[in-house]
Nanobody, 123 residues
Framework: QVQLVESGGGLVQTGESLRLSCVAS????????MGWFRQAPGKKREFVGG????????QYADSVKGRFTISRDNAKSVAYLQMNNLRPEDTALYYC????????????????WGQGTQVTVSS
């Protein structure tokens, strides 16, 4: 079992930045690829990006490419989502998730999920 807890969400204005954290406990964090997803009200959960277990590989959704950066610190069992130049359309509940099948954009491939942290971007 892996327990995931996100933090760092909040209310910001357009163009500002936030850094989300995802702290893991339980089984070895470094064994898992990590993904970040988000879900806005009335919309499907969507893939934001992911990072391999080693931290050497990342991928991002086109909508966030160039603005968001995913990183991890395996020694601290933490994954990060740095979000810059935020837009109102980034408003959503953000989740981190752990997978042993790669940092895939397919949500069903993730075994463990956090509860989410809310990000709200005002215009």
């Amino acid at each position: 079992q892996v327990q995931l807890v996100e933090s760092g969400g909040g209310l910001v204005q357009t163009g500002e930045s936030l850094r989300l954290s995802c702290v893991a406990s339980g089984r070895t964090f470094s064994s898992y690829d990590m993904g970040w997803f988000r879900q806005a009200p009335g919309k499907k959960r969507e893939f934001v990006g992911g990072i391999t277990w080693s931290g050497h590989g990342t991928q991002y959704a086109d909508s966030v490419k160039g603005r968001f950066t995913i990183s991890r610190d395996n020694a601290k069992s933490v994954a990060y989502l740095q979000m810059n130049n935020l837009r109102p359309e980034d408003t959503a509940l953000y989740y981190c998730a752990a997978s042993d099948a790669g940092p895939t954009e397919i949500a069903s491939m993730y075994d463990y999920w956090g509860q989410g942290t809310q990000v709200t971007v005002s215009s």
